[in-house]
């Protein structure tokens, strides 16, 4: 193993990302993937783990180099704020509440609510809503609330992802079944209680803290800027 890779487990190990669930909840699909346990908890091998994320570095590197986005989902509470924040600073869309069904097999429409929120915004900017009566600025207000809500995230998707990277697959089911149904490709932090089997780049570590899905999302997204064209 080299120098790098062994620095690079030990940060992995200090963001407890060898935790895995606990040993009753294991799913079948991951078996290769468990060093041990501790107690009730098992332990992911780390080497293992490793290797996923380089496969997964490769394959959005090659993503970006191409002008295709990866869309970020994390609705869970220990995901969406790093969702956010690392999709933000990296131009990317995210769903990072709450995932609305059709966002994928549905697109045409989801976009038109996104053209729908960003037509408010402009005529807010330039000063048009003054047209209206106070009552119908109220409820144009809160339209505006409730599609920043669920769509801001997606503002700047204006075609299908290259890629979804989702973490806990357990819990995204449905986005994982939109993507799996137009043959997008899917990138995934899953702890051991997860079924790997139908994740494209599957990324075996406890997807539980806040730390080791940082380090996760870190890694593959600093790829990503090293694949986007200069």
């Given at each position: 193993?080299?120098?790098?890779s062994?620095k690079?487990i030990?940060a992995m190990?200090?963001a407890?990302?060898?935790f895995?669930?606990?040993?009753s909840r294991?799913?079948?699909?991951?078996?290769?993937?468990?060093?041990?346990?501790?107690?009730?908890?098992e332990?992911?091998?780390?080497?293992k783990?490793?290797?996923?994320?380089?496969?997964?570095?490769?394959?959005?590197?090659?993503l970006?180099?191409?002008?295709q986005?990866?869309?970020?989902?994390?609705?869970k509470?220990e995901?969406?704020?790093?969702?956010?924040?690392m999709?933000?600073s990296?131009?990317?869309?995210?769903?990072?509440?709450r995932?609305i069904?059709?966002t994928?097999t549905n697109?045409d429409h989801?976009?038109?609510?996104?053209?729908?929120?960003?037509?408010?915004?402009?005529q807010?900017?330039?000063?048009?809503?003054?047209?209206?009566?106070?009552?119908?600025?109220a409820?144009i207000t809160?339209e505006?609330?409730?599609?920043?809500?669920?769509?801001t995230?997606?503002v700047?998707?204006?075609?299908?992802?290259g890629a979804?990277?989702?973490?806990?697959?357990?819990?995204?089911?449905?986005?994982?079944?939109?993507a799996?149904a137009?043959?997008?490709?899917?990138?995934?932090?899953?702890?051991?209680?997860?079924?790997?089997s139908?994740?494209?780049?599957?990324?075996?570590?406890?997807?539980?803290?806040?730390?080791s899905?940082?380090?996760?999302?870190?890694?593959?997204?600093n790829s990503?800027?090293?694949?986007?064209?200069?």
């Amino acid at each position: 193993m080299s120098e790098d890779s062994q620095k690079t487990i030990e940060a992995m190990a200090s963001a407890g990302m060898h935790f895995g669930s606990l040993r009753s909840r294991r799913h079948p699909s991951v078996g290769s993937y468990i060093f041990g346990s501790k107690g009730r908890v098992e332990i992911v091998d780390l080497e293992k783990s490793l290797a996923d994320i380089n496969k997964a570095k490769v394959f959005i590197k090659g993503l970006a180099s191409l002008g295709q986005q990866v869309l970020l989902v994390g609705n869970k509470n220990e995901a969406k704020g790093i969702i956010r924040e690392m999709a933000e600073s990296h131009n990317l869309p995210y769903v990072a509440l709450r995932w609305i069904g059709g966002t994928l097999t549905n697109f045409d429409h989801i976009r038109k609510r996104v053209d729908r929120l960003l037509e408010l915004r402009k005529q807010g900017t330039r000063g048009d809503l003054m047209k209206y009566t106070k009552r119908e600025r109220a409820k144009i207000t809160q339209e505006v609330k409730d599609l920043e809500r669920y769509f801001t995230g997606i503002v700047n998707m204006s075609r299908l992802p290259g890629a979804l990277f989702v973490v806990d697959p357990k819990k995204e089911k449905t986005s994982l079944a939109e993507a799996k149904a137009l043959g997008i490709p899917v990138i995934a932090l899953a702890n051991t209680d997860c079924d790997v089997s139908k994740i494209d780049y599957p990324i075996v570590g406890n997807d539980k803290t806040t730390a080791s899905i940082s380090l996760v999302v870190q890694s593959l997204l600093n790829s990503y800027k090293e694949g986007v064209p200069v």
